[in-house]
């Protein structure tokens, strides 16, 4: 079957977007209901491509609210964009309610990540334990810690419809950012798949990566990687802090070297990890900036020419 025919996506749009950008889901309307939900809205720097995408889904029709999973800029850096094309309210996790509404950079990641995300007005929240109607359906809004604390996964039980963010995908799992600042949270991962586990799902809409219906398959991959990562913490902070350059890079669509060593200087996360994992490698967070980025060009994840270097 093609999954994008899925009976569990009747009425539901799933614009599967590429790095930088999170997976957008349209849930349109049933009903009386005002107009479409938007599930998460992408990268800043894609935030023009989103609003083209949102309004040919939509055919003119409203768009009666955004919803974020989570706060991290990839998934709701297109917030800002959609509110002033289509008026649509902003709901997000509790946890970051009020350093959206102070746009606290810091508190919101975006400044110790070395990343953007343009500031979108907050008309509301999303808590666990609540349920969100959206398109005739009743989605269970689950706490899923782990990635990042304050996100939530949305579960429709009657179709068995989970949309998981970055708490599952179908080959791993989000970087659990709190471990890279010394906070205990791969159990918060583990608990997270087992409760997955526990709901009776038939489809999931990860937020990065294709639509996927083997969920014991893609459970199994989690915990394998988890459990990788369990054994030798350093692995995982390695990893994030590529993950870190990757994703400046494909955030600047390339820069030369020395444009990478200063955001890297600059970059306190990125600082954090390097005392943590890169200090016996390198002499400054800058150097091991590089020698990672090597590292990515010599896997063919990303490229060089001469002093510039781009992700593939």
Same mark, same amino acid.
């Given at each position: 079957? !093609?999954?994008?025919?899925?009976?569990?996506?009747?009425?539901?749009?799933?614009?599967?977007?590429?790095?930088?950008?999170? !997976? !957008?889901?349209?849930?349109?309307?049933?009903?009386?209901?005002?107009?479409?939900?938007?599930?998460?809205?992408?990268?800043?720097?894609?935030?023009?491509?989103?609003?083209?995408?949102?309004?040919?889904?939509?055919?003119? /029709?409203?768009?009666?609210?955004? &919803?974020n999973t989570h706060l991290h800029s990839d998934h709701c850096g297109g917030?800002?964009?959609?509110?002033?094309?289509?008026?649509?309210? &902003? #709901?997000?996790?509790?946890?970051?309610?009020?350093?959206?509404?102070?746009?606290? +950079?810091?508190?919101? @990641?975006?400044?110790?990540?070395?990343? /953007?995300?343009?500031?979108?007005?907050?008309?509301?929240?999303?808590?666990?334990?609540?349920?969100?109607?959206?398109?005739?359906?009743?989605?269970?809004?689950?706490?899923?810690?782990?990635?990042?604390?304050?996100?939530?996964?949305?579960?429709?039980?009657?179709?068995?419809?989970?949309? @998981?963010?970055?708490?599952?995908?179908? !080959?791993?799992?989000?970087? &659990?950012?709190?471990?890279?600042?010394?906070?205990?949270? #791969?159990?918060?991962?583990?608990?997270?798949?087992?409760?997955?586990?526990?709901?009776?799902?038939?489809?999931? %809409?990860?937020?990065?990566?294709?639509? #996927? @219906?083997? %969920?014991?398959?893609?459970?199994?991959?989690?915990?394998?990687?988890?459990?990788?990562?369990?054994?030798?913490?350093?692995?995982?902070?390695?990893?994030?802090?590529?993950?870190?350059?990757?994703?400046?890079?494909?955030?600047?669509?390339?820069?030369?070297?020395?444009?990478?060593?200063?955001?890297?200087?600059?970059?306190?996360? #990125?600082?954090?990890?390097?005392?943590?994992?890169?200090?016996? +490698?390198?002499?400054?967070?800058? +150097?091991?900036?590089?020698?990672?980025?090597? +590292?990515? %060009?010599? @896997?063919?994840?990303?490229?060089?020419?001469?002093?510039r270097v781009s992700v593939t």
């Amino acid at each position: 079957m !093609n999954l994008r025919q899925h009976p569990a996506l009747a009425g539901i749009t799933v614009l599967e977007r590429g790095w930088l950008s999170s !997976n !957008n889901v349209v849930i349109h309307p049933q009903g009386d209901e005002p107009g479409a939900v938007l599930v998460d809205s992408g990268h800043v720097a894609h935030a023009e491509q989103t609003v083209a995408l949102v309004a040919q889904v939509l055919q003119g /029709r409203p768009l009666a609210r955004i &919803v974020n999973t989570h706060l991290h800029s990839d998934h709701c850096g297109g917030n800002a964009s959609l509110q002033r094309a289509f008026g649509a309210p &902003v #709901f997000v996790p509790p946890g970051q309610a009020e350093a959206v509404r102070c746009w606290d +950079e810091a508190a919101l @990641s975006y400044t110790p990540t070395g990343q /953007r995300c343009e500031r979108f007005q907050l008309h509301g929240i999303l808590s666990p334990g609540e349920v969100l109607h959206a398109g005739g359906r009743r989605f269970e809004v689950l706490a899923a810690p782990g990635h990042d604390p304050e996100s939530v996964v949305l579960f429709d039980a009657e179709s068995g419809l989970l949309i @998981s963010a970055d708490a599952l995908w179908e !080959n791993g799992f989000g970087v &659990v950012f709190p471990e890279l600042e010394g906070e205990s949270a #791969f159990d918060d991962v583990a608990d997270v798949l087992d409760m997955i586990e526990r709901l009776p799902v038939t489809l999931v %809409v990860p937020g990065h990566g294709g639509v #996927f @219906s083997d %969920v014991p398959a893609a459970l199994a991959r989690a915990r394998s990687r988890l459990a990788a990562f369990v054994r030798d913490p350093q692995r995982h902070a390695r990893y994030a802090a590529k993950v870190l350059v990757s994703y400046h890079l494909m955030e600047v669509q390339g820069e030369t070297l020395a444009q990478l060593r200063e955001w890297v200087d600059r970059t306190e996360l #990125f600082a954090t990890v390097w005392g943590r994992v890169g200090r016996g +490698e390198c002499d400054t967070p800058g +150097e091991w900036g590089e020698a990672l980025a090597a +590292e990515l %060009v010599a @896997s063919g994840a990303a490229r060089r020419v001469g002093d510039r270097v781009s992700v593939t």
